[in-house]
């Protein structure tokens, strides 16, 4: 009995060594994204900064575009998590709130991790192709707000244009996932309101409404107040 609650013992120090090495890992590469940026992220310079020798990351991570991918799932899921807490907190019945909530906290998020937003939404990095692993993370935000604008039933005219066709692998995968079949419209505007919300927050942190609006976080309030309203979300 003793030798096999040491061998258990022993198995569960390896397994809490390896996540607690693979943990430092991810945390260097992240600092790094911000210094090097996505395109410059190399496991040498990782392994430098945790004091491993470029050999010894591979035990830990095969590739640097295993990296990659790791990095996106986590940093994926950081917001959408982010995003689903922020409209949990509101009350059920305000959709205006819950929205708002939801953009500010990506919002947040993304000035908060600049090296990481660049990641997610910047330059694709040369050679790399993101995995299938990484699309449920990174359509958690989407969701989000998808499902506001689905339980606020505002009303939704029709567009200068039949978008149909266009969106209508989006309302599958919205179907898959459990939801109603949503008109093809909705869609459209959530994926528009999507776009618009991270284009906003893209160039506040490039640098492109410099000099244009006087404060960046009312000019997102109302960017996303607005398309919210575009897809249906109203204030009461």
């Known amino acids: 009995m003793l030798g096999g609650m040491t061998a258990r013992t022993a198995r569960t120090a390896r397994e809490i060594a390896r996540e607690t090495i693979t943990r430092e890992i991810l945390d260097a590469a992240r600092a790094r994204l911000a210094t090097d940026g996505p395109g410059g992220l190399s496991l040498r310079a990782v392994a430098r900064d945790v004091g491993m020798v470029s050999s010894a990351v591979y035990r830990y991570v095969a590739s640097r575009d295993a990296l990659l991918t790791a990095l996106l799932v986590e940093c994926y899921d950081e917001l959408g998590a982010a995003v689903e807490a922020a ?17 500010r906290a990506a919002r947040t998020w993304c ?3 600049p090296g990481e937003f660049a990641l997610l939404y910047g330059t694709p990095v040369p050679g790399y192709a993101a995995p299938q692993d990484t699309i449920e993370p990174a359509v958690r935000v989407v969701l989000a707000l998808a499902s506001v604008a689905a339980e606020a039933g505002g009303e939704v005219p029709p567009g200068p244009t039949d978008v149909t066709a266009l969106v209508a692998d989006a309302g599958r995968y919205l179907v898959e996932r459990g939801g109603d079949e949503p008109a093809p419209e909705l869609v459209a505007r959530t994926l528009m309101a999507w776009s618009g919300i991270f284009g906003t927050i893209s160039f506040e942190l490039f640098g492109h409404l410099t000099n244009a609006v006087a404060d960046h976080a009312d000019w997102f309030d109302a960017v996303a107040t607005r398309l919210g309203a575009d897809a249906g979300v109203r204030p009461a």
Request: glycine residues 0%; negative net charge.
């Open 87 to 103: 409209v949990a907190a509101q009350d059920d019945t305000d959709h205006a709130a819950r929205w708002l909530a939801a953009c």
């Open 111 to 113: 000035v908060t991790h």
